[in-house]
């Protein structure tokens, strides 16, 4: 049952993050026709390559650790699908804002694995931003779908102590204690590197003079190109297509695209990305087709060394007991995420605090490995996705070596095994029962497995 839950665990993560891998980017009607579907639950379709794809990441996630066949795989698939179908049957709805949020981190998770938003849409096929949008929100509206149908069934199970103590002694008796990775918690301090005055004034002054030269009739496009500072600009001319306000725009942008006229050029206004003008081309029901022009305030070397030698002197005065970490936060950090929670770093993928360390961006892995806890790293430059700079430091909160799973120390842990098992057991029992009525077509060549459910819909042979 462990490699089970195990299974089911990667399962949970690999679906949505790496559903590129499974679906043809020429359009999902096209790639329906070429290949072969596996099963129809409901109105959901299963396809091969999709079987093919998601048992290669779970190999590729666990390293080799989790074995699944084909059977197996499409079971699992087969499960989410349906999941998905009586979702929709017992009314379950999901917001446009939690498929924003979803979609905007699927498309973080993308960019920081290929290096750029850029290779992420030639890698797949895309035509553009909107077009990979188009097809992440309709995958994570169906996830968002499954996790609550999920939760609703199993939303009055709950472990008690007793259950978790036969749990854990059940594991060791056979000798299935889980091994728990490495993992570390840590804190940062950010000290951003910030403009002058004058070269503030000296952006919005040239932004306030390109959107004088564009009224008179000069191209948008060409003035973008020539002085955008955004990296995709040579691609689209500035140019960001349709937006709503349910898209992963900041607040700032989205509320001036809103205010405006069709054919209006705005006043240069600020985000966290730089300043902008921006033009309103068609609005088209809740949508405004807009471009942008982006200029960034260049940061002078001496401030960057100024940054540099402040967040040096905060650590010095942490380290001579000068002032506590959690003050230093409070007082010097530039990190509005992480400001209010002592300098907490929050895992983006777990929203958790705790990280594995064998799983860490390698870059960040190479300058905490060796810490112990309480130790800090030396300052370090960064550069964010929006083009801030910055210097910050890291102080390790707490590290837990890998280890065999303990009922005393890894009581939390073991609580959650065994409640995810529970939860299993009833979602198991539940799907049981809904592949009774449900519409399932299976092709001839995946009658041949044998699953743990009656998928097939045979009835059972009498002795």
């Given at each position: 049952?462990?490699q089970?839950?195990?299974?089911s ?7 949505p993050?790496f ?65 998905a179908h009586?979702?929709i049957?017992?009314?379950v709805?999901v917001s ?34 909107d ?6 929100n ?6 968002l ?18 259950e978790?103590?036969?749990?854990y ?11 728990f ?8 301090i950010?000290?951003?590197?910030k403009p ?11 932004l306030?003079?390109?959107?004088k030269?564009?009224?008179e009739?000069s191209?948008f ?12 600009v ?42 902008h003008?921006v033009?309103?081309?068609e ?5 405004r ?52 929670s ?19 961006d ?8 060796e810490l ?5 790293t ?32 890894d ?5 959650d095994?065994a ?5 299993e ?7 049981k ?7 399932i077509?299976m092709?001839d ?15 059972p042979?009498?002795?």
């Amino acid at each position: 049952m462990l490699q089970k839950i195990t299974i089911s665990r990667f399962i949970k993560h690999i679906i949505p993050v790496f559903f590129l891998c499974a679906i043809s980017f020429t359009g999902f009607a096209q790639k329906v026709k070429i290949d072969g579907v596996a099963v129809v639950i409901g109105k959901n379709i299963v396809l091969d390559s999709d079987i093919d794809k998601f048992k290669q990441e779970i190999t590729i996630r666990s390293e080799g650790k989790i074995k699944i066949t084909d059977c197996e795989m499409l079971e699992e698939l087969m499960q989410q699908k349906l999941l998905a179908h009586h979702a929709i049957i017992d009314s379950v709805t999901v917001s446009s804002e939690e498929i924003s949020s979803r979609v905007d981190r699927s498309i973080q998770f993308f960019t920081q694995e290929y290096g750029s938003l850029d290779k992420v849409i030639k890698a797949y096929g895309f035509n553009d931003l909107d077009d990979l949008k188009k097809e992440l929100n309709r995958v994570q509206e169906e996830n968002l779908l499954i996790e609550k149908e999920q939760a609703k069934i199993t939303e009055k199970v709950d472990v008690t102590p007793e259950e978790v103590r036969i749990y854990y002694n059940g594991l060791k008796d056979k000798k299935e204690l889980p091994e728990f990775p490495a993992e570390i918690e840590m804190a940062q301090i950010v000290i951003k590197a910030k403009p002058t005055n004058e070269e503030v004034e000296r952006v919005i002054n040239k932004l306030t003079e390109l959107k004088k030269q564009i009224e008179e009739g000069s191209s948008f496009k060409m003035k973008a190109i020539i002085n955008s500072d955004d990296p995709t600009v040579t691609q689209n001319g500035g140019n960001l297509g349709a937006i709503t306000k349910e898209t992963g725009f900041v607040k700032e942008f989205k509320e001036m695209a809103f205010s405006m006229d069709i054919g209006q050029v705005s006043k240069p206004f600020k985000t966290i990305f730089g300043y902008h003008i921006v033009l309103l081309h068609e609005i088209k029901g809740n949508a405004r087709v807009v471009s942008h022009i982006l200029m960034q305030p260049e940061i002078p070397d001496a401030e960057l060394l100024e940054t540099k030698a402040k967040a040096k002197k905060v650590i010095t005065d942490i380290k001579e007991g000068k002032i506590t970490f959690a003050e230093a936060v409070q007082k010097y950090s530039d990190d509005k995420e992480t400001k209010n929670s002592g300098g907490l770093i929050v895992n983006p993928y777990s929203g958790e605090s705790k990280f594995d360390l064998t799983r860490m961006d390698p870059a960040l892995y190479a300058r905490v490995a060796e810490l112990k806890k309480g130790d800090i790293t030396d300052v370090f430059f960064d550069q964010n996705r929006s083009g801030e700079r910055m210097y910050k430091f890291i102080l390790m909160k707490d590290r837990t070596d890998r280890h065999t799973a303990d009922l005393v120390d890894d009581y939390v842990k073991i609580q959650d095994l065994a409640l995810r098992k529970k939860k299993e057991e009833t979602i198991t029992k539940w799907a049981k029962e809904k592949i009774k009525d449900t519409y399932i077509k299976m092709s001839d060549n995946h009658r041949k497995c044998t699953f743990n459910k009656n998928w097939k819909k045979e009835t059972p042979k009498t002795k």
